[in-house]
Nanobody, 117 residues
Framework: QVQLVESGGGLVQPGGSLRLSCAAS????????MAWYRQAPKKQRELVAR???????NYLDPVKGRFTISRDNAKNTVYLQMNSLKPEDTAVYYC???????????WGQGTQVTVSS
């Protein structure tokens, strides 16, 4: 089994910052892609950021310049640094990974991020 545990969510004011973490454990060997998705109330889930095993990154347009995804391969952990947060960033944020040794995605349970004054 592969388990992903997110942490770092919470309530912040507009303009504030949060750092999300996602640690992978269990039956993992080599992690390929690590990514963050989010789902706002009554909205579709969308890809926020992804990072490949080689360090290449992609971001959702509205978060470019504000969010940064990174990974620590030794710790099997992916991070999402979120700065200049806006109310529209409010959502449940989910961590996902792919493995080099299997097909498909593994998902965490999500962590709530609320941006409100």
């Amino acid at each position: 089994q592969v388990q992903l545990v997110e942490s770092g969510g919470g309530l912040v004011q507009p303009g504030g910052s949060l750092r999300l973490s996602c640690a992978a454990s269990g039956s993992i060997f080599r992690i390929n892609v690590m990514a963050w998705y989010r789902q706002a109330p009554k909205k579709q889930r969308e890809l926020v950021a992804r990072i490949t095993s080689g360090g290449s990154t992609n971001y959702l347009d509205p978060v470019k310049g504000r969010f940064t995804i990174s990974r620590d391969n030794a710790k099997n952990t992916v991070y999402l640094q979120m700065n200049s947060l806006k109310p529209e960033d409010t959502a449940v944020y989910y961590c996902g990974v792919t493995l080099a040794t299997s097909s498909g995605w593994y998902w965490g349970q999500g962590t709530q991020v609320t941006v409100s004054s």
